[in-house]
C-alpha cells in the first residue's frame, strides 16, 4: 500500500465522514430522547405496539420486538434508518473513491508515480473501510451513551454489541460492491445513482421479506434482512449462515476488483 | 547499451478509437526523441502503453530495460510525465501537489519546485480549479521535472503555453538534455520538434512511417506561402511549387527547395503582401508522401483542400 496515497484520500474525505458521523448520531439521539416518555406512556409492549399502524408493524417486525425495552426500541425504530443511511455514505463513498480518478483523469497524475494498481486499490480501499469502521465506532458508542442517559429498566450491551457489529458487515459489504461497482462503471453521472439505487432495492427487498409469507428466500437478496434487529434481539447473535454470506460477497468482491482493475485499460 | 525506450511490434487496438499497429522504434540515452504526428494518429494511445494506463494487445515495450506491463513501478521511479491535458485534483492547492508528487518519490524537491516554478511564472499558492489551461500546465511540467526523473515523456507540451513560457520551457529542456537526461515528445506541430528534436518518429494512422534525424528530414523543408501581388495578371514560376494557384492577384503554394529563391523570385513583381509560415503536418504528409500511390489514396480524404 501506498502510505502517501492513504494518507491523502483519508485527508480528502475526512470532511465528509465528519459530517455524516455528527448528522447520523444527531438524527438516533432525537428518536432515542423519545424512549423515556414513551417508556412512561406504555407501560407493556403490548400497549406500545398500538403506536404503530400495522403496516409499520408489518414492514419494520415491530411485533417481535418488546418495544419498551431499550434495546428492542432502538432496534424497532432506529437501527435500520442507521443502517439504510449509512450504506448510502459508505457506497458513494466507495463508488467514487477509484472512479472519480479515472472520471477527471486525475488517474493518470496517480499512475505515473512509483506505485502499482494494486497498492492504490489497497490505499484506497483501507481509506474507505477506516472511514466505515469510523463511522460505526462513533455510532455504537453515541447509541450506549443514549441507553445510559435514556434507560428506564436497564439494558444489555451484548445486544447493542451485535447489532453494531451487523452494521458493520452491512456498510463493509457495501463497500465492496460500491468498489467493485467502480472498477466497471467509471462516470460519476451513472456510478452515483446506479450505487445509491443498489442500497435502497436492497432496503426495499427487506420490506417485500418483511411482509410477505411466501417470500423468505428475498431475505438472501438484501443485506439489510441479514440483520433483522428482531433476530438478533431475540437470539443475541446473527445466524451462521447470514455471516457465511457476508464473508463470502466481502472476500469474493475484494479479490473481484482486485483482479478487474489490474488487468483494465484506463479510459481516456 | 539498451535504448532508453524500446518498442517492438507493439499494436494496440480497442473499442472505437484507432489503435496502433506494429509500432517499433527506439529512443536513445540522451536524445531528445519527437513524435510527430497529426491529431489523432496514435501519439497518445503509444505514450499511454508505454506509461501501462493501457495494456498492449500484442508486441513489447521496454523502458530502462524494464517492461512497461510487469515493471512499472521500477520505470515509474525514474521517468516524469506531462499530459497533453493537465487534470488534476481541482480543490488542492498548485503547491500542494506539487508536494504530493515529491511525496510520492520519496523526495525533498521544494528547492526545486520553487525554482522551477519561478523560471516559469506559476503562482504556488492558487487553487489548480482557478488556474488557466497554460497555467495547468506549468503545473505539469514543475510535477514532470520535479524528481529528477532520467526520462521525460511529454505529450503535446507546448499546447496551451504562450510562446514566451514556450521559450523557457524549452530552455528547461535543453538543460535536462545536458544533463545527459533522455526526452521522448509528442507534438503535431513540426516547427517545435523541428527546434528542439534530436531524431523523430512520425506516426499516422497509427502506423510509424519514418524514424529519422530531423536534419534529415525532408518535410522540413515545406514552408506554405501565401502571396498578394499586385499585378492580378503575374504568374510566379517557382521550383518545388507544389500547389499554384494559377493566375491571379493572390496566390497560396506549399514550397519546397531553397528561401533564397523563393525570394528571388517574388522580388521580379510587386508584392502586397506575403505569408510565410509552416504548413500543417496533414498538409505536408500529402506532398512528402505523394510519391507512395498506395499511401496517396488514403491522403485524399483526410486533406480539406
Known amino acids: ?39 412512561r406512556e406504555n407501560r407493556n409492549a403490548q400497549a406500545a405496539l398500538e403506536q404503530f399502524s400495522p403496516t409499520e408493524i408489518e414492514l419494520f417486525g415491530l411485533d417481535s420486538l418488546r418495544l419498551t425495552e431499550i434495546v428492542d426500541y432502538y432496534g424497532g425504530r432506529i437501527y435500520s434508518l442507521l443502517l439504510l443511511l449509512g450504506s448510502v455514505y459508505v457506497i ?67 445486544t447493542l454489541a451485535v447489532l453494531s457489529v451487523g452494521s458493520l458487515l452491512v456498510h463493509l459489504a457495501f463497500v465492496v460492491v460500491g468498489f467493485l461497482l467502480s472498477v466497471y462503471v467509471v462516470r460519476a453521472r451513472t456510478v452515483y445513482p446506479i450505487s445509491i439505487s443498489l442500497v435502497l432495492l436492497a432496503y426495499f427487498l427487506l420490506i417485500v421479506a418483511n411482509s410477505s409469507e411466501n417470500a423468505g428466500w428475498v431475505r438472501y437478496l438484501s443485506f439489510f434482512a441479514y440483520v433483522d434487529a428482531a433476530d438478533i434481539v431475540r437470539n443475541g447473535a446473527i445466524s451462521a449462515v447470514y455471516l457465511v454470506l457476508f464473508a463470502s460477497v466481502i472476500t469474493a468482491g475484494t479479490v473481484l476488483s482486485y483482479l478487474t482493475y489490474n488487468r483494465k485499460d484506463l479510459s481516456a | 547499451m539498451s535504448p532508453v525506450v524500446d518498442i517492438r511490434s507493439l499494436t494496440k487496438r480497442y473499442g472505437k478509437a484507432r489503435g496502433v499497429e506494429d509500432v517499433t522504434f527506439q529512443v536513445e540515452q540522451g536524445e531528445i526523441f519527437g513524435f510527430i504526428g497529426p491529431n489523432g494518429a496514435g501519439k497518445t494511445t503509444t505514450i499511454r502503453t508505454l506509461l501501462g494506463f493501457l495494456r498492449p494487445t500484442s508486441g513489447s515495450a521496454r523502458i530502462f530495460d524494464l517492461d512497461v506491463v510487469s515493471q ?11 499530459p497533453a491535458d493537465v487534470n488534476y485534483y ?25 525554482e522551477l516554478s519561478q523560471a516559469l511564472g506559476l503562482d504556488l499558492g492558487k487553487r489548480i480549479r482557478s488556474l488557466s489551461t497554460g497555467n495547468r500546465k506549468k503545473v505539469g511540467i514543475v510535477q514532470a521535472l520535479l524528481h529528477e526523473p532520467d526520462l521525460l515523456i511529454l505529450d503535446e507540451p507546448t499546447s496551451g503555453l504562450d510562446p514566451l513560457v514556450q521559450h523557457t520551457f524549452f530552455e528547461l529542456l ?19 520538434v523541428q527546434r528542439l528534436c534530436d531524431r ?9 512511417i519514418d524514424v529519422e534525424r530531423v536534419d534529415g528530414l525532408g518535410v ?34 506549399i514550397y519546397r527547395g531553397g528561401i533564397d529563391d523563393l525570394v528571388k523570385q517574388l522580388a521580379r513583381h510587386e508584392v502586397e503582401d506575403v505569408w510565410i509560415e509552416d504548413p500543417p503536418l496533414e498538409e505536408i504528409f500529402l506532398h512528402y508522401y505523394q510519391g507512395d500511390a498506395e499511401r496517396s489514396a488514403a491522403d485524399g480524404d483526410g486533406v480539406a483542400r
Open chain 2, 72 to 82: 512499472g513501478q521500477e520505470i515509474k521511479k525514474r521517468i516524469g510525465y506531462l
Open chain 2, 90 to 114: 481541482d480543490d488542492m492547492r498548485a503547491g500542494e501537489l506539487l508536494d504530493l508528487s515529491a511525496r510520492f518519490h520519496g523526495v525533498a524537491a521544494s528547492a526545486r519546485i520553487a
Open chain 1, 1 to 39: 500500500m501506498s502510505g502517501v496515497l492513504f494518507r491523502n484520500e483519508l485527508r480528502r474525505h475526512r470532511r465528509g465522514f465528519l459530517i455524516w458521523a455528527a448528522v447520523l448520531p444527531l438524527l438516533s439521539l432525537f428518536r432515542m430522547a423519545e424512549y423515556p416518555t414513551f417508556y
Open chain 1, 92 to 158: 458513494m463513498l466507495a463508488a467514487t473513491i477509484l472512479a472519480k480518478e479515472e472520471d477527471d483523469k486525475t488517474v493518470e497524475f496517480l499512475l505515473v508515480k512509483p506505485v502499482t494498481r494494486s497498492s492504490v486499490v489497497t490505499a484506497k480501499l483501507a481509506a474507505v473501510v477506516v472511514y466505515t469502521v469510523a463511522l460505526n465506532l462513533v455510532l455504537f458508542l453515541a447509541v450506549w451513551g443514549m441507553f445510559a442517559a435514556f434507560e428506564q429498566e436497564g439494558y444489555d450491551l451484548g
Open chain 2, 220 to 253: 522540413g523543408q515545406y514552408k506554405r506561402v501565401r502571396v498578394k501581388l499586385r499585378n492580378p495578371g503575374a504568374t510566379l514560376d517557382l521550383p518545388g511549387a507544389h500547389r499554384p494557384a494559377g493566375p491571379g492577384a493572390d496566390v497560396e503554394l
Open chain 2, 200 to 208: 523523430v518518429a512520425i506516426i499516422r494512422d497509427g502506423r510509424i
Open chain 2, 174 to 192: 535543453r538543460a535536462e538534455k545536458e544533463q545527459g537526461r533522455t526526452i521522448f515528445f509528442s507534438s503535431h506541430v513540426l516547427s517545435e
